[in-house]
Nanobody, 123 residues
């Protein structure tokens, strides 16, 4: 059983930065790609970013490229999402997920999910 626990969300102003963390336990963290997704009220969940098991390959949703950075620390079983220049449209619940694959593939499959952390950006 894999447990993913997100943290770091909050209420910020447009232009501010936040760093989300996702701590993993239960399955060899370094063996699998990890991803971040988000879901705004009334909208479907969407892909945000993904990182390969080694951290050497990443993928981003177009609207966050150049502003968000995904990274991982396999020694700490943690994946991060550094979010800079936040915009009101980034407001959503953010979820981390673990893939069943080692490489980046935004289509997954994504087998395990965290409970989410809320990010609210005021304009």
């Amino acid at each position: 059983q894999v447990q993913l626990v997100e943290s770091g969300g909050g209420l910020v102003q447009a232009g501010d930065s936040l760093r989300l963390s996702c701590a993993a336990s239960g399955r060899t963290f370094s063996s699998y790609a990890m991803g971040w997704f988000r879901q705004a009220p009334g909208k479907e969940r969407e892909f945000v970013a993904a990182i390969s098991r080694s951290g050497g390959s990443t993928d981003y949703k177009d609207s966050v490229k150049g502003r968000f950075i995904i990274s991982r620390d396999n020694a700490k079983n943690t994946v991060y999402l550094q979010m800079n220049s936040l915009k009101a449209e980034d407001t959503a619940a953010y979820y981390c997920a673990q893939s069943s694959r080692t490489y980046v593939n935004r289509g997954g499959p994504w087998n395990y999910w965290g409970q989410g952390t809320q990010v609210t950006v005021s304009s």
